[in-house]
């Protein structure tokens, strides 16, 4: 099988925060301004950017979402979170089935995000763009990858959680 779950989350936000670090050409000194070398139009706007950014920081909290609703404790095996502990004072079992189909559908959702965001990467002044827009939207993005990988502990030996994590979109 691949890596274990929470190493899976703590690689989507190294991924995410190396975008803000990485790829891309030298930053323009304050006053200059990017000049298009040639007619044709550019690979990425700002706008556009900021849409690819902002699908990102969806995707985290997108998987917030689902590990709020399906976590919890990991259950013995034959529990299920429907028949799990559920009383006050114990902690309800985790829904690792569900949680692995609501990120499989979350993930085959993203690819087209992951697609376009790969694309820019292959020109400097779009990736730029792009990592301005992911640099503005990073705030958080520590605690939400913090909740994610707890959210994903109750089901972290399970192999089918484990599949859809490898399938986590990654720059």
Excluded: N, Y
């Excluded at 790969?118 to 640099?135: F, G, H, I, K, P």
């Amino acid at each position: 099988m691949g890596e274990d779950v929470p190493a899976a989350v703590r690689r989507l936000a190294m991924c995410f925060l190396l975008l803000l670090a990485a790829c891309g050409g030298s930053r323009p000194r304050t006053g200059d301004s990017v000049q298009a070398t040639d007619a044709a139009a550019p690979i990425l706007d700002e706008q556009e950017a900021a849409t690819i950014a902002g699908g990102f920081r969806e995707v985290l909290e997108a998987m917030a979402v689902v590990v709020r609703a399906r976590g919890g404790k990991a259950c013995p095996a034959g529990v299920d979170a429907d028949s799990g502990g559920t009383d006050a004072g114990v902690a309800r079992c985790a829904d690792c089935a569900g949680m692995a189909a609501d990120l499989r559908t979350l993930f085959d959702r993203a690819d087209p995000l992951v697609a376009r965001a790969r694309e820019v990467r292959s020109d400097a002044d779009a990736s730029r763009l792009l990592d301005e827009a992911m640099e503005q939207r990073s705030a958080g993005v520590p605690a939400l990858v913090d909740e994610i990988s707890r959210g994903l502990l109750g089901c972290a030996t399970d192999p089918e959680v484990a599949r859809v994590m490898e399938r986590m979109p990654v720059l």
